[in-house]
């Protein structure tokens, strides 16, 4: 009965900023990785960025020193700050967690999807 739910997409001009948050709710008992990834029309979903539980960070290319993810993990929440977004950063956004249920094995767990758009 865990599930992710995402937030704070939305249409947004080159050069401005918007931030996802996704909040992981259910009997959790813990949560290893959490991670965000994205998918464009007609193209393979890819990684964004995925904070290793311990501390790690990792970014696509394409996106490090522009966005920032971040985790509450009081809250079982994971954000990803975007900045200067551009019109290619336009996709469905996919928060993923590694996550181990109160009872039962960690597994992959994915939210719906929530679209971000950057126009030109």
């Known amino acids: 009965q865990v599930q992710l739910q995402e937030s704070g997409g939305g249409l947004v001009q080159a050069g401005g900023s918007l931030r996802l948050s996704c909040a992981a709710s259910?009997?959790?008992?813990?949560?290893?990785?959490m991670g965000w990834y994205r998918q464009a029309p007609g193209k393979q979903r890819e990684l964004v960025a995925l904070?290793?539980?311990?501390?790690?960070?990792n970014y696509a290319d394409a996106v490090k020193g522009r966005f920032t993810i971040s985790r509450d993990s009081a809250k079982n929440t994971v954000h990803l700050q975007m900045n200067s977004l551009k019109p290619e950063d336009t996709a469905v956004y996919y928060c993923?967690?590694?996550?181990?249920?109160?009872?039962?094995?960690?597994?992959?767990?994915w939210g719906q999807g929530i679209q971000v758009t950057v126009s030109s």
């Open positions: 993923k967690m590694d996550l181990m249920p109160s009872l039962g094995p960690h597994d992959d767990y």
């Open positions: 259910g009997s959790i008992f813990r949560i290893n990785d």
């Open positions: 904070s290793i539980d311990g501390g790690r960070i």
